[in-house]
């Protein structure tokens, strides 16, 4: 097997910087239409990480992850590391890290990137899951956006 592999999507977000990356920092309240729903289980105020999990729809069938997610405000960056869910029945190791790029005062990008390694070598890379976080992104704009 090939070890540790990633991918790389990013999306154009039309709003701050700042103010997406918020939703992230706040650690909850990241609900789309794909999220059926998002449980804090550990939230240590005076560390910048938590342990949720998330209960999502992805190719129309309900998925739960088990994730310690952890937030670099310095740098607008949040990792989800997978600790027990769906994902690791593919997976040895799952991680996604999100990083909040200012492109202008209006637009940023949210660069994901993926950093896993198969079960075996059957086993496809996650595409199906940078589809859902790409739909994901542009529905949590699109609700931020209805918000303001």
């Known amino acids: 097997m090939a070890g540790v592999q990633t991918l790389e999507l ?3 977000v039309n709003m701050t910087a700042e103010r997406f990356f ?3 920092k706040k650690k909850e309240g ?6 059926e729903a998002v449980s804090v289980h550990r ?3 005076t560390s910048n990480s938590s342990i ?3 209960n999502f729809i992805i190719d129309g069938k309900m998925e739960q992850i088990k994730e310690k997610i952890e937030v670099d405000e310095e740098n607008r960056s949040v990792s989800f590391l997978a600790l027990e869910g769906d994902v690791l029945k593919q997976y040895k190791s799952y991680k996604i890290t999100l990083d909040v790029v200012p492109k202008d005062d209006q637009v940023c990008i949210a660069k994901w990137t993926w950093e896993y390694e198969k079960l075996n ?3 496809p890379p996650p595409t199906r899951y940078t589809a859902f ?3 994901y992104t542009r529905d949590l704009e ?4 209805s918000e303001s």
């Open 22 to 24: 918020k939703t992230f």
């Open 142 to 145: 699109t609700r931020l956006l």
């Open 52 to 54: 949720q999990i998330w």
């Open 30 to 35: 990241n609900f789309t239409d794909k999220t």
């Open 43 to 45: 939230d240590d105020p």
């Open 133 to 135: 976080v790409a739909d």
């Open 121 to 123: 070598d059957d086993v």
């Open 10 to 12: 990013e999306i154009q």
